[in-house]
């Protein structure tokens, strides 16, 4: 890899109209580089500043004139008084305030160092910057003040803000301000900040406060602080199999019980790629070999949850709830596509440290989900930092770099309760919970009304429609008792139902399942949140469909309970067609209608549904209005309408023994999903009660069954809960997938009632294998194997 020194230079000049490498038009700090750590501050200033572009070319005239205009706004509304520095935001009893104001200050020294902004190297900006950092120092961020609020502004969003302005204005600042700044930074993020492994020191957050330590040295010249940092960088990289960090399996946990990699998972892929190029080719480059396994999660971990330049709401916490933020002075939603873009800008921040073929593969993967996001263009997101918007342009014109498709492959995540299913064409994915994972995360009144997005939460994309779904204003006007996939009791809860920071994590264990990498068998064991619900949901993965079965389904709240077979966004005015069995249904709001099993109907411009149980399917097309600040306390109280089309079983009022059966089929036509209805031999369901769950596709191959207990489904027999996925490819060959979703099996006997001739090879928990007339597998212990598939391949007698 070539050095950092010489891949981003010590000073590089400017000539003519382009940036190069990040260096600011006005030199923040005059002469040569004559220390390592101003060589530091050099290069910390070009990841912070991003990859060269052109200040005359679109998009970035605009947003470098954006950025001065708003530099100036603030530079004239600032105000210091006791307790603010904006009259708009007093941070005395607060210190999101606090962390804000540093924000605005960090914006200034952008708009005063970058080309472009109409105020690059302005005097009376400068002024105003400095201003700014002597009035928040002396009146909260110093070494005599006592943290209250929020610990995260005090050690992670301040410090960060007010360090990279130091950065950006080092030149401008005496030695005693810079004293006086590391030493407020020194009391905050004292060294035990990373002392132990534990708390508010984990995984992403870990990440950032090494982000502080290492720039708190770099600025101070304290070369113990850069090695510290880097060396509490190590306790991330392992594999974890509890709590917070990156699983084998390739899930992303923070806060103890959260799937987070959307949101902390992003910032931590982000930060370590900062910290890489920091490091690299210092005396405190990051040497431990555990870091492979960051870079190996580029693809394990984040890849199958991004899809046309969006991350999947299932993995990113909390943060869908925030949408339009009061603290942010333009009003720019934050959605599914932002929160991708931004995760896009970290992996190639993180592949400048990655080998040659990591970096050609994620350079590719990214030119492809910045090409395809055609409904929230990268180059567009204002939300996107310029650094973060710079990277994303220089692949995106890069000709020397091919875009990559779309990946297609199942991938299941049962250390986060999450599965991702991507078919050439559609993607889809699937939110779960269980004593491991919360039904959802609430916290700072944020997500107040996400109760039941681990219910069974099914969302779905196509390559070419439906990329707003969840985008358009879904998660304020979305009825939060019909979130598309769940079964959910009717019972009224209250916001912020089931306690802060991952508490409401039923008492289940079976939750997971087996997949061969392309199709695959997932179960859930649900127990509602708030009420007395349970059922046993079963979704089959396959090649143009999603096979979802429901069994069990019991609940004695008084009160009516709902599967929800999906519930599409419309958007603003959005009249979609809806054909049931072959007849349009009228196209007026207010309209609802029930229909019996088994049947179909037929969305427009998003795909089919066939009902094959038979029970009563019901319909609704309503509008619904909602606000941000509903859901999120912090976010707009500006109403919102939005028009969506609902398919349901309606279980009725304390159902006993409740069930359905149903496919979805996306971006099938009307025509497609009425010959599949009409094809009763393609699927056959083996078992759909609180027994088992099983279906086969012979047309596939195909054989899942979910084991609830002991049974026998077709010519499976297990001796135990257990998930199965049987697939025959038809070359005289079988493989069997098996996994124990509880986590407590010390013994499990499974037997496959098909003439096999010989064991191919087979798993390392497997202790016996008998072949003939039947197959008979004997498992080990697999309460270690974190519910990971157990394979064997057999040769067919």
């Not at 939603?333 to 993180?350: E, K, M, S, W």
Request: glycine share 12%; aromatic share 10%; hydrophobic share 40%.
């Amino acid at each position: 890899m070539t050095d950092v020194w010489s891949r981003r230079a010590f000073l590089t000049a400017v000539g003519g109209s382009v940036v190069l490498l990040g260096t600011p038009a006005f030199q923040a700090a005059a002469g040569t580089v004559t220390s390592v750590h101003e060589a530091m501050r050099t290069v910390w200033q070009g990841l912070v500043l991003g990859a060269p572009f052109s200040p005359t070319a679109e998009p970035f005239r605009t947003r470098l004139a954006a950025l001065g205009a708003q530099a100036g706004q603030w530079r004239s509304a600032m105000a210091p008084a006791t307790g603010s520095l904006w009259p708009d935001q007093v941070f005395t009893t607060d210190p999101e305030w606090l962390a804000q104001s540093y924000y605005r200050l960090r914006g200034m020294a952008e708009a005063y160092v970058r080309p472009g902004t109409g105020l690059t190297g302005d005097a009376a900006l400068r002024t105003a910057v400095l201003t700014g950092l002597d009035h928040l120092h002396a009146q909260a961020y110093n070494a005599g003040q006592t943290r209250y609020g929020n610990w995260w502004c005090w050690q992670i969003g301040a410090p960060q803000a007010l360090l990279d302005t130091v950065v950006l204005m080092y030149g401008q600042l005496s030695a005693s301000q810079l004293a006086d700044y590391c030493a407020a930074v020194d009391h905050f993020v004292p060294d035990s900040s990373v002392g132990a492994y534990t708390g508010t020191s984990t995984g992403a957050n870990r990440v950032d406060l090494c982000r502080v330590l290492a720039l708190r040295g770099v600025v101070g010249g304290d070369d113990a602080k850069i090695a510290l940092a880097r060396d509490a960088l190590s306790p991330v990289f392992p594999y974890v199999t509890t709590g917070d960090g990156l699983y084998r399996d390739g899930s992303f946990v923070q806060h103890f019980y959260v799937a987070y990699t959307g949101s902390y998972g992003a910032v931590m892929l982000g930060g370590l790629g900062m910290l890489f190029g920091l490091l690299k080719g210092t005396a405190w480059e990051v040497t431990d070999p555990g870091a492979q396994t960051v870079f190996d999660a580029v693809e394990h971990a984040w890849a199958p949850f991004l899809f046309n330049g969006l991350i999947m709401d299932a993995v990113s916490g909390r943060a869908p709830s925030r949408g339009v933020q009061v603290a942010d002075p333009l009003r720019i939603q934050t959605d599914d596509h932002t929160r991708g873009h931004a995760v896009l800008a970290a992996i190639l921040l993180l592949a400048e440290g990655a080998s040659s073929a990591e970096r050609a593969c994620w350079r590719a993967l990214v030119k492809g989900w910045v090409a395809r996001d055609y409904y929230s263009p990268p180059s567009a997101d204002a939300t996107q930092t310029l650094s973060a918007l710079a990277r994303l342009s220089e692949v995106a014109a890069d000709t020397a770099v091919t875009a990559a498709p779309e990946p297609v492959a199942h991938r299941l995540f049962p250390s986060m309760d999450r599965a991702a299913h991507r078919r050439p064409g559609w993607a889809a994915s699937l939110s779960m919970s269980s004593k491991r994972i919360t039904h959802y995360e609430t916290g700072n009144g944020e997500n107040l009304r996400g109760w039941h997005t681990g219910s069974g939460m099914l969302c779905w994309w196509g390559s070419s429609y439906g990329n707003g779904q969840y985008s358009d204003a879904f998660w304020p006007t979305v009825d939060p008792y019909r979130l598309p996939g769940t079964t959910v009791s009717r019972k009224v809860l209250a916001d912020g139902a089931g306690g802060d920071w991952g508490a409401s994590r039923p008492d289940a264990t079976w939750v997971g399942g087996t997949t061969d990498g392309e199709f695959a068998s997932v179960g859930q064991h649900l127990k509602g949140l708030g009420s007395t619900l349970t059922a046993r949901k079963s979704w089959f993965f396959l090649d143009d469909t999603v096979v979802c079965l429901g069994a069990g389904i019991s609940a004695t709240d008084g009160t009516a309970v709902d599967t929800v077979i999906d519930n599409r966004n419309l958007g603003a005015a959005g009249s979609h067609a809806l054909t049931v069995g072959g007849t349009v249904q009228p196209a007026a709001l207010g309209w609802t209608a029930s229909f019996p099993g088994p049947g179909w109907a037929h969305l427009a411009g998003f795909g089919g549904y066939v009902m094959s149980g038979s029970g009563t399917f019901r319909a609704l097309r309503e509008a619904r209005t909602g606000r941000w600040s509903d859901i999120n306390r912090s976010s707009s109280t500006t109403a919102l309408t939005r028009r969506y089309l609902t398919l349901w079983y309606d279980h009725g009022t304390d159902p006993a023994g409740g069930s359905y059966v149903y496919q979805l089929m996306p971006g099938a036509s009307a025509a497609q999903t009425s010959a599949r209805s009409a094809a009763t031999g393609w699927l056959t369901v083996l078992s759909n009660n609180v027994t088992a769950q099983g279906v086969a596709v012979g047309s596939l191959g195909f054989t899942g069954v979910n084991f609830w207990q002991a049974a026998t489904v077709g010519t499976l027999w297990a001796s135990a809960p257990c998930s199965v996925t049987v697939r025959e490819p038809g070359d005289g060959t079988a493989a069997l997938r098996v996994s124990d979703p509880t986590r407590t099996l010390t013994a499990l006997t499974l037997v496959w009632n098909r003439p096999v001739a010989q064991v191919l090879t087979r798993a390392a928990s497997v202790v016996s294998a008998t072949t003939g007339a039947t197959l008979q597998l004997g498992f080990g212990s697999l309460t270690a194997l974190e519910g990971a598939g157990q394979e064997v391949v057999v040769r067919l007698g």
